[in-house]
């Protein structure tokens, strides 16, 4: 579980899409400094400072999805923190 950016809110969960290192399908929240709080299933929670300026992304108060995200290390963060299959 984690912050969602704002703009891009538009349903009750955070779509990631884990097979696509380039591009954000939701984006999460930057707001606290440039990063966003995760809490994780085995009950464990922390903040990840983002490293990519495609993902801190400015809130513009307009609902949007997918962000252009380059060979992201961000991204491929929340895949290494993740459940899905590697």
């Keep these: 579980m984690n912050d969602e950016h704002p703009d891009s809110i538009n349903d009750g969960w955070e779509i990631m899409n884990v097979t696509d290192s380039n591009a954000w399908v939701d984006l999460p929240a930057s707001y606290h400094n440039n990063a966003c709080g995760f809490n994780f299933a085995d009950g464990h929670s922390e903040i990840k400072k983002w490293l990519e300026p495609s993902t801190m992304v400015k809130v513009k108060y307009s609902q ?23």
């Design 64 to 86: 949007y999805n997918g962000f252009n995200a380059s060979k992201s290390r961000d991204i491929a963060w929340i895949v290494a923190h993740s459940s899905a299959k590697r």
